[in-house]
């Protein structure tokens, strides 16, 4: 075995290779046995201690607070003073504890020998591969060869120093979207004119008719919204009623009041069809639009041209009832809302806030509000990046991965390790064995959450402007590093201009600027419970800022201890306020949206009679798109309440599955042009019969000893392509 | 004598299931692999299941634990009274006294006990995650949803030591702490001033399967107006 | 005396062919000591058992056996006590039955539990309401009672073989006979004693089988709780006993040449008896069945669909078929109730009553009212195995059993000769018939 190098798989199952004489897995059993004896050894368990920390397993960036046990994390609960998950975790948040604890984490740097992607390993030390990395950019000259960095979409200091960075060393720097507000921001900017994102008040509506958004799920802020959901349903006032509008029996489709399945190419339609009967039978707010409305006399016009009951009926297979029932029930109700999924398209999230225009819902409560916060500069999408690469359109000389999160989202990392042949270098900022180690030549791993320094803007769903902010919960487990303090090696070994655009030494130094630019705000106060939030916020509307402390140092300390900083006054009107600045709305134009769903008819597709299914991929909320994807109590989550843990499931109706004499239970095998996949069924009542949703769960057959157990891998439908909305695909029995 | 009750509202809960983690990491739960789950053998105390309530057409989500009931038929029919109804009504498990015959895993009308079929495993390095509070199970016996007992010991000790009786809100379960919609809400069902009194009593309220006469300590809240 | 000699020498004696098969059996029975040993070591895990199926073939062969049981000394009572003349032959092989299956079924239990280790724990932490600790108390009492019961009517048989052997036998021989010498008064203790235990064993018979279908019953699972539960399983429990009586009778007489002493008539007899008793099983099942289907209360329909025509659909009509359709046309008819045709009927019964002991475990566990989700239960190698080691070891017992005493009473058979010259035995039965 010594003599011949291992497998990629060999590599998994021992946690490294044998190429350099010590074992990756030797040195990290090394190091585990370490870490065992630190959380069991000589001074016995008991005695306990919380500290906070941040999720960061997606953009809320809840706050945490770990249960520590002689310093050893036993369990995460939410932080109470957070005013974002207010002493709450989702099911994510709860399991990234073992993101912490994953057996398969990588150890300690490694260098691939041979070829890229075959899983041969040699353990370095950090020294070389600081050097290696500064080496290969000095050669990439400063921008005179293509240089890539991917990240996961955040904002705050850190996420700038990754930036600075990578822009020093000439690279160009992309981010995979989170499915945000900051996704919604440009469709309601334009319609409105102010320049933040748009917030929803979910607990205080009464009646919301939401377009496949997952508003159960993790909608723009899982925890919070979730919250703001159990409010919405049962709060002080009134319980609120919820219309889902999806092609799938999501949760949120479970628990709302009416389920309508409706495809998401056609849910624009409907929008428009519940618009134009608001306009035709004058149900919309005319107080509002009389004084706001700008341009709607154009929209109203293509709207009352297009859009009628019949043809949106027979374009979305929405009964005229219903659609005159839906916009009666939104007109009738007390504080309508209307809401969309982050991901939808442009044409979607333009009739959705058009119809929040038309009953009037903004800057109300209840409505739609805008953010605090201005939207991020110019956030480069890198699924767009890495398709370009995948296409050989581009041939970075470097791509440095900061997490697997954009190799996750594309539909095939396989394809792109074709396209990287002429890279030089693939390095790995991720401390997980994931997408990006599978395919990468350099892994530095950095710290997991619980190890890090945070200062992370959360994203934004709450009336509030935060940072979350917290040190290290607990000591690194393993060989890994501060992904700040590992850039400024990389900066000083590569020289200038790098080591200039690096002013800190390491992630506090850059957490304590931030610390002290708070502090110069002179306003805001560290996280705190309701009770103290509200008086905080009572003041600062009195034009008061009570200082929290009494000098820079006490405040970082005070926030660093309550796990955040947080502005809780909010002024609201802001969405009027731009609005009276300019002539009013400015509608977006109706038109393309009814060719769009008439396209999607499985009639008018090519091949329909082999491939007679509309496909409704969807990724499963439990599955973390930037954390460890080696996370059990995650895995058996999957497909409940209806029992599919483990493995990929599809929906499907029972009259479509008795067409192929399928029960439920079975395993199905789903067939597109480009590819097969099996999954479990799941038979759901009044799911369409021309659709079949199918979970999105990647399989990292390269991954840790979970996250390679799952089955199958579900991209392969896709073949080398996207797995887009419009693949068509048939259903047999496996 | 408190009385211990667990309120859980459907028309909060989003099927999340950030409960059942907070569960499974709490008590050491085993964790399961494709073909342990396959076998009927996924270690759980608490789950989702699509199960048929009063006030709703068509399968609700709801999360299914350990009932604690008031007439417990597992409790009947252990011949070693392993498990048992404690003072204060939580349904308990005494492992080391627990012979494994698994009669009250059948006997259970909502199938809520799971029984340790092998030695329960985690990798060395998750060794440490354990929480001390609460004994890892041996193979061969039963367990299920203690009402995170350990919980109100430790409840108990704090407020002890600050010299003052346990107060509503001492004692919170895991799956409680972490309910982010707030669905879940725990306390003293004796107690007229703790808020799951009156919620038990209230129109949504029912139990699951009442009409088995277990009387159950878990009281669902019904969706819908 | 022929038969004397006759029953004896198979007792005294031992062929190559015995040889063979308690070879084979003890290999298939050591096979099965690996198997338990595997889990011991891995836990029930070894099984193919999960959730919701916490019971499987262990508690099917634990009900099963317990049912044989009924085999011997229920049956051989009754016969006492009514004084039918022709069961003299098989008292003997039918109550040495009861008592060994009823290690099995104790011991299929055992093999049931996650912590064998802690059984005591029964008896240490009792729980009265506990439907189990009442089947530990009815068993253990049906355990000495029958093993009694075997055991007097053997002393007169001891004692004659303690006068024909030698050697260690003799001294085994001379210790169990407890001082017999056949006097007058010995032997009117002796009757009376019998008579006594089998009037005691009836009730206790019927209390163990009614309690281990209470074990069932007193939950309130679809299809376990039913008020008929106790004498359905009594009925089941007979019914199989006859059936094992009468297999074990065809063999014990082809092996050891007792034709002379094991008669058509007796097949014939016992296989009325088993055809009566096919048709009161017959209208318990329908009875049992209608009544589930008729209320179709949605939990139980569920397991009645599962069984009539779902899963366990060819479990159930196999059922159907060994229990009832195949001894039924095979015992009503003169022609082949033979004594060939009697046996089969009876194996038929005995795989039939198996398979009902199972369709009532499994169906009821994997149908649960509550909406968790099942998998499918198939019995590991390790159950197999166990099933098979403990038929295996029955059988082997059984065989050593008839290697150390006389598998026919004969000095019952001798009783019954017209010629005896013992006229005291005429009182004992008088006394007990009385
Ligand atoms: N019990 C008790 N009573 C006290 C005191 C005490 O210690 N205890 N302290 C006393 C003292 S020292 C003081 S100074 C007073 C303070 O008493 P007030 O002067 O009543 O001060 P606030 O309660 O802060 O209310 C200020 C109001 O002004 C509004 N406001 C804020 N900015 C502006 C603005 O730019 N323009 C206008 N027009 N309005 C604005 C706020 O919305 C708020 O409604 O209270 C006195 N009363
Ligand atoms: N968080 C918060 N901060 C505020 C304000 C607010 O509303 N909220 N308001 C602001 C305003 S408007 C004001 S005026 C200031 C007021 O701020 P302070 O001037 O600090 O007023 P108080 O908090 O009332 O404290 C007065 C102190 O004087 C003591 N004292 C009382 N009577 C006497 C006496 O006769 N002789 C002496 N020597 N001591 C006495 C009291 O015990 C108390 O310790 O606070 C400002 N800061
Ligand atoms: S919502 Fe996001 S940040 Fe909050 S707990 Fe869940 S995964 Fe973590
Ligand atoms: S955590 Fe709360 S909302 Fe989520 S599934 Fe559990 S009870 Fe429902
Ligand atoms: S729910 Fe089941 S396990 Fe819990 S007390 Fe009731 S019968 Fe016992
Ligand atoms: S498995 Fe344990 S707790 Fe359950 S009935 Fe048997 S001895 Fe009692
Ligand atoms: S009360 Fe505790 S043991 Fe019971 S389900 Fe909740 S977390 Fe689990
Ligand atoms: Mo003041």
């Known amino acids: 075995m010594s003599d011949q190098p291992l497998s990629r798989r060999d590599f998994l199952l021992f946690g490294g290779a044998t190429l350099a004489g010590i074992t990756l897995g030797e040195l990290g059993r090394r190091q585990l046995a370490r870490a065992d004896e630190r959380a069991a050894g000589g001074r016995g368990r008991g005695l306990e201690s919380w500290a906070t920390s941040v999720c960061r397993e997606c953009p809320a960036a809840c706050g945490i607070r770990a249960r520590l046990m002689d310093g050893v994390p036993v369990k995460l609960e939410g932080n109470p003073l957070c005013p974002i998950s207010r002493g709450r975790l989702c099911a994510k948040g709860q399991a990234s504890l073992e993101s912490y604890f994953d057996p398969d984490r990588l150890r300690g740097p490694a260098r691939c020998v041979g070829k890229r992607g075959e899983g041969k390993w040699e353990p370095i030390t950090w020294d070389a591969a600081v050097a290696l990395l500064a080496s290969r950019l000095r050669d990439a000259g400063g921008g005179r060869q293509p240089v ?62 939401s377009f496949g958004a997952p508003v159960v799920e993790d909608w723009l802020s899982g925890v919070w919204t979730q919250r703001s959901y159990g409010r919405f349903r049962r709060g002080s006032g009134a319980r609120g009623r919820l219309v889902q509008i999806e092609p799938r029996r999501s949760m949120t489709a479970r628990k709302a009041d009416e389920w309508l399945a409706v495809h998401s190419d056609r849910q624009a339609v409907l929008a428009y069809g519940i618009a134009y009967v608001l306009l035709r039978e004058n149900r919309v707010n005319r107080a509002f639009l009389d004084e706001l409305g700008g341009d709607l006399a154009a929209f109203e016009r293509e709207v009352a041209a297009n859009y009628t009951p019949d043809d949106v009926a027979s374009a979305t297979g929405v009964p005229v009832v219903t659609v005159l029932r839906l916009a009666r029930e939104l007109a009738g109700a007390a504080r309508p809302l209307a809401v969309v999924a982050a991901d939808a398209d442009r044409p979607l999230l333009d009739a959705v806030f058009a119809l929040n225009a038309l009953v009037g819902a903004f800057d109300r409560a209840g409505g739609v509000a805008c953010a605090p916060r201005g939207p991020a500069a110019d956030v480069e999408d890198a699924t767009a990046a890495l398709r370009d690469v995948a296409a050989g359109r581009t041939h970075p000389s470097i791509l440095a991965l900061r997490d697997a999160s954009a190799l996750r989202a594309l539909a095939s990392p396989r394809n792109l390790e074709g396209a990287l042949r002429p890279t030089d270098l693939v390095v790995s900022f991720s401390p997980f064995l994931d997408e990006a180690a599978a395919i990468a030549d350099l892994l530095m791993p950095t710290h997991t959450a619980l190890e890090s320094w945070h200062a992370t803007l959360p994203a934004q769903a709450v009336a509030l402007e935060a940072v979350a902010i917290a040190k290290p919960a607990v000591e690194p487990l393993l060989s890994t590093k501060d992904a700040a303090a590992l850039l400024k090696e990389v900066a000083v070994s590569a020289g200038e201009p790098l080591a200039r655009a690096c002013g800190w030494k390491a992630s506090d130094d850059v957490v304590h600027g931030e610390l002290e630019r708070l502090w110069a705000l002179r306003r805001g106060a560290p996280y705190a419970d309701l009770y103290e939030t509200e008086w905080v916020r009572q003041l600062e509307k009195g034009g008061w800022w009570v200082a929290p402390a009494t000098s820079s140092e006490a405040f970082a300390a005070a926030v660093v201890e309550a796990g955040g900083w947080a502005d809780s006054y909010f002024a609201p009107g802001r969405v009027r306020e731009a609005l009276g600045a300019r002539p009013g709305l400015r509608f977006a134009s109706p038109g393309v949206a009814l060719a769009k769903a008439a396209a999607v008819h499985p009639s008018a597709r090519v091949g329909a009679a082999e491939y007679p299914l509309l496909l409704a991929a969807f990724t499963p909320a439990l599955l973390n798109d930037r954390g460890s994807p080696n996370q059990p109590a995650l895995f058996e989550l999957l497909g409940q309440p209806d029992g599919a843990a483990w493995t990929a499931w599809a929906e499907l109706s029972p009259e479509t599955a008795r067409a192929v004499s399928v029960e439920a239970g079975a395993r199905i095998r789903i067939v597109s042009p480009r590819g097969t996949v099996e999954a479990v069924a799941v038979l759901v009542e009044k799911m369409p019969a021309d659709t079949v949703a199918l979970a999105l769960v990647p399989a990292v057959p390269g991954g840790g000893r979970w996250a390679r157990r799952i089955a199958p891998d579900v991209r392969r439908l896709a073949g080398e392509g996207v797995l887009g909305r419009d693949l068509m695909v048939r259903v047999t029995r496996a | 004598m408190a009385r211990w009750g667990l309120i859980v509202d459907l028309d909060r809960c989003t099927g999340c299931q950030a409960c059942v983690v907070a569960c499974k990491h709490e008590n050491n739960v085993p964790f399961s692999t494709p073909e342990t789950a396959a076998e009927g053998r996924l270690m759980t105390w608490l789950q989702l299941v699509p199960a048929e309530v009063p006030g709703r057409a068509g399968a609700a989500v709801l999360p299914l634990m350990c009932q604690h009931c008031d007439r417990p038929p597992c409790v009947d029919v252990c011949p070693t009274s392993a498990t048992y109804l404690n003072p204060e009504g939580i349904v308990a498990q005494v492992y080391p006294r627990c012979i494994g015959c698994r009669y009250c895993t059948n006997a259970c009308p909502y199938a809520v006990k799971v029984f340790t079929w092998t030695k329960p495993e985690w990798p060395p390095a998750m060794a440490s995650m354990m929480n001390p509070d609460v004994s890892v199970r041996p193979k061969g016996v039963v367990e299920k949803c203690t009402f995170c007992h350990h919980r109100l010991m430790l409840a108990r000790e704090r407020a002890r030591s600050a010299g003052r009786d346990l107060a509503p809100g001492d004692y919170v379960p895991a799956c409680v702490q972490t309910c982010p919609a707030e669905a879940l809400l725990f306390g003293d069902l004796e107690d007229p001033h703790d808020p799951v009194a009156p919620l038990a009593g209230s129109a949504r309220a029912f139990r699951f399967m009442e009409e088995l006469g277990t009387r159950p300590k878990v009281v669902y809240l019904r969706e819908g107006e | ?149 075997l055991f007097l009517p053997l002393i007169p048989d001891i004692a004659l073989l303690r006068d024909r052997t030698g050697g260690w036998r003799h001294r085994l021989y001379a210790r169990l006979s407890l001082g017999w010498t056949g006097t007058p008064q010995q032997w009117h203790r002796l009757e009376r004693t019998i008579g006594v235990m089998a009037i005691l064993v009836i009730p206790i018979a019927i209390s163990v089988h009614t309690v281990v279908s209470w074990v069932f019953a007193m939950t309130i699972q679809p299809m376990w709780h039913s008020t008929i539960f106790g004498p359905y399983f009594v009925v089941g429990a007979i019914f199989s006993g006859i059936a094992a009586i009468i297999t074990a009778m065809a063999i014990v007489r082809k092996v050891y040449r007792l034709e002379a002493h094991l008669k058509p008539i007796h097949f014939n007899n016992l296989g009325l008896l088993l055809l009566v008793m096919a048709c009161l099983w017959l209208y318990f099942t329908f009875a049992e069945y209608l009544t ?78 509550a909406p968790i989700h099942g998998f499918r239960y198939a019995p590991s190698w390790v159950e197999w195995s166990l099933m098979a080691g403990c038929f295996a070891a029955f059988t082997l017992l059984y065989m050593g059993f008839t290697k150390l005493f006389p598998i026919v009473s004969i000095w019952e058979l001798e009783e019954a000769a017209p010629k005896t010259p013992t006229d005291h035995l005429g009182q004992g039965m008088v006394e007990v018939g009385g």
């Open chain 3, 1 to 149: 005396m022929p038969a004397e000699h006759e029953i004896l020498e198979p007792v005294l004696t031992t062929g190559p062919s015995f040889r063979r098969w308690a070879l084979g059996l003890a290999a298939v029975v050591a096979w099965a000591a690996i198997a338990w040993s595997w889990q011991l070591i891995h836990g029930l895990g070894a099984t193919g058992l999960g959730r919701p199926v916490y019971w499987g073939l262990y508690i099917t062969n634990f009900v099963f056996f317990i049912g044989v049981s009924h085999a011997g000394t229920l049956i051989s009572a009754i016969l006492r006590i009514v004084q039918a003349e022709w069961r003299r032959p098989i008292t003997r092989m039918a109550e040495v039955i009861t008592v060994l299956v009823l290690f099995f079924g104790v011991g299929n239990v055992l093999l049931d539990l996650g912590r064998p280790d802690r059984a005591l724990n029964v008896i240490l932490h009792p729980h009265l309401r506990s439907p189990l600790l009442w089947d530990v108390t009815s068993i253990s009492v049906y355990l000495t009672a029958s093993s009694v019961y």
């Open chain 1, 148 to 209: 890539l960095a991917v990240a996961a979409e955040e904002e705050g200091p850190l996420a700038e120093a990754w930036a600075r960075f990578w822009t020093a060393a000439g690279a160009r720097v992309v981010w995979t979207r989170a499915a945000t507000a900051a996704r919604l921001g440009p469709s309601f900017q334009a319609l409105t004119g102010v320049s933040a994102d748009p917030l929803f008040d979910l607990e205080r509506a009464s009646y919301v008719l």
């Open chain 3, 292 to 369: 589930t289907w008729y209320a179709h209360d949605p939990t139980e329909i569920a397991v009645f669909d599962a069984k009539f025509s779902g899963r366990f659909a060819p479990y159930f009509w196999a059922m159907f078929a060994f229990c009832f359709v195949i001894p039924f046309v095979i015992l009503a008819n003169n022609r082949t109730r033979t004594v060939s045709g009697t046996v089969v009927a009876s194996i038929s019964v005995n795989i039939g009553m198996w398979l009902e002991r199972l369709t009532i475990v499994v169906p009821s566990l994997s149908n649960p009212r």
